[in-house]
């Protein structure tokens, strides 16, 4: 009688583990990204990331990473990283904009304003990383605390 009990539930948990999906294969089939970050003490999530791929002149591949809310062209946060690349700052040209005021990399009066990453992963579809500092805003003269900052997307870039 045990082994009876003991084969239906073998029998049982084999479907259950069958039936399920592999959400991440789905989730790598259909672009999806979001950024998230706490700007001038203001929580931010941005729900609509574009990834493009540029070759440069060396033929070293990159990717240009623009996030912003519901693709609104006002607001965004944008950078840049080689692909493939992992590690401490490697994502540069970090650009934050709101209401069209561009706030970015800067030297002022001895002092540099730049944004601290760390890429975890970087791959052919899937990008994630962490974000926080500080840029400043030339039109306004006034600096932009960015912390806590998440990024992460899955892609299917054109061949």
């Not at 944008?78 to 650009?95: D, L, M, P, Q, S």
């Not at 805003?137 to 870039?157: C, K, R």
Request: include cysteine; charged fraction near 20%; glycine fraction near 8%.
């Amino acid at each position: 009688m045990k082994k009876i009990y003991f084969l239906v539930f073998a029998i049982i948990i084999g479907l259950t583990a069958s039936s399920c999906s592999d959400e991440t294969t789905e989730l790598l089939n259909t672009p999806y990204g979001e950024m998230t970050f706490i700007v001038n003490d203001v929580q931010k999530v941005y729900n609509n990331v574009q990834v493009t791929e540029k070759v440069g002149s060396t033929g070293q591949r990159y990717l240009n990473v623009v996030g912003s809310n519901n693709g609104v062209p006002g607001e965004y946060i944008a950078f840049r990283i080689n692909k493939y690349e992992t590690g401490a700052n490697r994502a540069t040209r970090w650009a934050y904009s709101q209401d069209s005021n561009l706030a970015i990399r800067k030297q002022v009066d001895g002092e540099e304003y730049d944004i601290d990453s760390n890429t975890l992963l970087n791959s052919d579809n899937r990008l994630r990383g962490t974000f926080s500092g500080q840029l400043y805003n030339e039109y306004s003269n006034i600096v932009v605390t960015i912390e806590a900052g998440e990024f992460t997307y899955n892609y299917n870039l054109p061949e």
